[in-house]
C-alpha cells in the first residue's frame, strides 16, 4: 500500500486557484452585454404568419407535447378555413421545431428571443396577436435560410474578449 503526502493535492489546488486569480475575467457581463446568438436558434416561442396560415392543423397534430391548438371556421365565400384563435402554450414547448418543419405553407417561425420566463403559468401562453412579428419578436432561420442571411452574425464570447484588450 502506497501512502502520499497530504499537502500534495492542497498545493496542487492552491496553484490552479492562484494561476487563475490574474488572469484576465471571461465572464461576460449579462443583462448589460449581450452576445449574438446563433441564427438558427430554437428559441423559446413560436412566431404565426397569419396570412400564409391556412388552417390546416398540421402544426397542431404533430406537437409530441399538444402545446398548439388552433380552432378553424370555414369560410364558403372562400372555400377555405380561416384560424379563428390559435394558441401556443410556451410552457409545454419544448422546442423541438417539428411544427415548424412539418408547416406546408411556412406559416411558422421559431423565435430568435430566449428570455420569456414569466411568474404565473397563464402568461406563458400565447394567442393570435401574441405570436405574431414584431420588433421584439423576430424569427430566427431555422428551417428558413433566407431570414437566416438577414440575421447579424453568432458572436462568441471569445471574440468579446480580444475586443476588450
Excluded at 20 to 43: D, M, V
Excluded at 44 to 55: A, V
Excluded at 141 to 149: C, E, N, V
Amino acid at each position: 500500500m502506497q501512502f502520499e503526502r497530504y499537502g500534495k493535492g492542497i498545493a496542487k489546488g492552491l496553484r490552479v486557484t492562484i494561476t487563475h486569480l490574474f488572469r484576465h475575467p471571461i465572464t461576460a457581463q449579462y443583462p448589460e452585454q449581450r452576445l449574438n446568438t446563433s441564427r438558427r436558434i430554437r428559441g423559446n416561442e413560436l412566431i404565426w404568419d397569419n396570412i400564409k396560415c391556412t388552417g390546416c392543423s398540421t402544426c397542431a397534430k404533430s406537437c409530441p407535447q399538444g402545446a398548439i391548438k388552433i380552432i378553424t371556421a370555414v369560410n364558403p365565400e372562400e372555400n377555405k378555413y380561416t384560424v379563428e384563435k390559435i394558441d401556443v402554450d410556451t410552457g409545454y414547448c419544448i422546442q423541438c421545431g417539428l411544427c415548424v418543419e412539418v408547416c406546408p405553407y411556412g406559416a411558422l417561425f421559431m423565435g430568435y428571443a430566449y428570455e420569456r420566463a414569466q411568474y404565473r403559468r397563464n402568461d406563458l401562453v400565447q394567442i393570435n396577436e401574441g405570436l405574431l412579428a414584431s420588433a421584439e419578436k423576430r424569427p430566427s432561420g431555422y428551417m428558413h435560410p433566407d431570414i437566416a442571411k438577414e440575421l447579424p452574425r453568432q458572436t462568441l464570447l471569445v471574440e468579446r474578449i480580444n475586443e476588450d484588450k
